[in-house]
């Protein structure tokens, strides 16, 4: 099987600057980092039908003891009362276009210090990892007990082309990083990643313009010389019914991981697409969760129609455990793909959206980097190599700090161009 790390095509807008506020969700920063000691236990990946999440274990040659050490603090999250009770307040909301009062549990659990950039660093290798078998040419070591020469049996089967990624825990079992692959250009799960990217990111249907009437992926839109309309009902329906990764993530395998580790906490991982569809899950479940640039999935939420917390933010936006990371030359994660004359538009992506849920951290590459705009800083070796493992404070971090302070995206507004309603079934 050939699985390549994804380089969508470049680009030469840069997005207008996002207005951010200092984030409220933080975690507790007045405790000790606990250190955790991390191995890979399982890879995951959909079987044929979609039906089933397929974990395998995972076994090392015992010469090797391959292991990564993260910081870890106590961080507040706020949970459902049960999956039944988020699924029937979807239901509702997308059904009956009603709301019902859910009950939110308040949670303590330890979450990955998002201040330390050893930290950020190996969750991001690991979030690179996903893309293809241990040990290939772009395998990250996550330390220098890692030997990327070995060779062993691992379990990603050639035909299979949905969800993929991998399962990391801590040796006592306390902790588990799911790490969730993101969209590949080639290989068997292209379709189907290209397929979520303009079903989630695109304002509607990635409808750019007159001349994609062979590349839209729903029929909710209305578009004339004098408007542009969006059906929501009509896209809420799409994405439930085509948006096969969050399903298969929200049904099958964070409850068949919990099941499996029921006392752990939980953390989510992954790059560009894999990174929303973590920050997605995170959300739904109330796990703590690291994006790497990703494309803004708040819109998303929405139209998923995902009960968020309410308890708010002094910004107004909810408390949900979920950090974005990217650089300020990467154009996807900022929404600078569009229009039709983007290179993204011409091989066929609707890559819009620019709105993250959480809080994010963005490291100003054009001022200490001099980077320019280019969608060929996106892949995620170029966050890792370039950024993560530069040492030295960047702008914007607080008291020369490695890492840039946090904020939440305020005032952030998506798709401002279109207007959104139930007009397909009005008379």
Known sequence: ??????????????????????????????????????ELSHQFTTGSQDTQILLSDYSFPQHVTPTLSLKAVPTTVYRPTSYEALQHFRSRSMHQAQSEPIEWIETQVLGP????????????????????????????????????????????????????????????????????????????????????????????????????????????????????????????????????????????????????????????????LGGSLASLLGATFGLPTVAFEAPGERMAAHRLHLPLPTFLSPAGLPRVPITHVYHNADPIPQGACTGITSLCAQAGYALETRCHLGQTIVYDTVTRLGWHADVRRHPIKELVLNVLDLEGPWPDGREGREVPTPHEEVDCVDCFKWEFGNFKHKT
Request: contains cysteine; aromatic residues 12%.
């Open 1 to 38: 099987m050939h699985v390549h790390v994804p380089v969508l095509l470049a680009i030469f807008a840069i997005a207008s600057a996002i207005q951010p506020s200092p984030a409220t969700f933080l975690p507790d920063l007045t405790a000790p980092p606990r250190l955790l000691q991390f």
């Open 113 to 272: 210090d998002v201040t330390d950039r050893h930290t950020l660093a190996q969750l991001a290798r690991m979030a690179a990892n996903a893309y293809q078998l241990p040990w290939k040419d772009n395998w990250y070591e996550l330390d220098p007990s890692w030997n990327i020469n070995a060779s062993f049996p691992f379990g990603w089967e050639d035909d299979e082309d949905g969800f993929r990624g991998f399962v990391f825990r801590a040796r006592d079992n306390a902790t588990i990083v799911l790490s969730i692959k993101g969209t590949t250009l080639q290989g068997p799960t292209s379709k189907k990643d290209k397929l979520n990217d303009n079903l989630l990111f695109s304002c509607c249907c990635a409808r750019v313009d007159f001349s994609w009437v062979f590349s839209t992926v729903c029929d909710c839109f209305d578009w004339t010389g004098l408007y542009r309309r969006c059906d929501d009902p009509c896209l809420t329906a799409a994405l439930v019914k085509d948006s096969l990764f969050y399903s298969t993530g929200s049904r099958k395998l964070v409850n068949d991981v919990r099941s499996l580790f029921p006392h752990a906490d939980i953390w989510l991982v992954g790059h560009s």
